[in-house]
């Protein structure tokens, strides 16, 4: 398996558990662990495709820029994150707040599915690609099992 497919896999999860917590409402334990595995998701997937898809391209001419952006786009997501997470489950403001976030990740997903990675794949060698996705989903694995801990500054 190429990099772009482990990613694309991850990506989907994230779709269905987006699709699953904008139908939930009030504060529920359903809700909270929608929104505890979906949390989990964002963060780890970050981490492990920053370090197994981004970085590399950073050096490169053609996708300094696109790689910056992407990583920036990560930084928002974060931002959203941590504003859901003081935000009261059972206020009206919590969903809505969910939902710009899950706005920003459909349109991220985008971007590098449809663009990045077509860009990418001039840039890395098949060889290449299957490396990084082995090491992408070793990461995964790894920091789902120990999330929040895997992921520092972080909390349920
Ligand atoms: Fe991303
Ligand atoms: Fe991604």
Not at 83 to 110: C, F, G, R, Y
Request: net charge negative; with cysteine.
């Amino acid at each position: 398996m190429k990099i772009y497919k482990a990613i694309k896999k991850d990506h989907d999860i994230q779709r269905d558990l987006c699709d699953k917590i904008s139908n939930t409402s009030g504060d529920t334990e359903e809700r909270r662990e929608l929104w505890k595995k979906l949390k989990k998701e964002l963060e780890v997937h970050a981490v492990a495709e920053e370090r197994y898809f981004y970085s590399p391209l950073v050096d490169s001419d053609d996708m300094q820029e696109d790689a910056r952006h992407g990583m920036a786009e990560h930084h928002e997501m974060d931002e959203l994150i941590e504003e859901i997470n003081d935000t009261d489950m059972s206020s009206p403001h919590w969903l809505a707040t969910v939902k710009k976030l899950i706005h920003k990740v459909e349109h991220h997903l985008e971007d590098e599915e449809k663009d990045f990675f077509d860009k990418a794949k001039k840039l890395y060698s098949e060889e290449e690609a299957e490396s990084l996705a082995k090491s992408y989903e070793t990461t995964m694995t790894e920091y789902r099992d120990s999330w929040p801990a895997s992921i520092p500054g972080k909390d349920e």
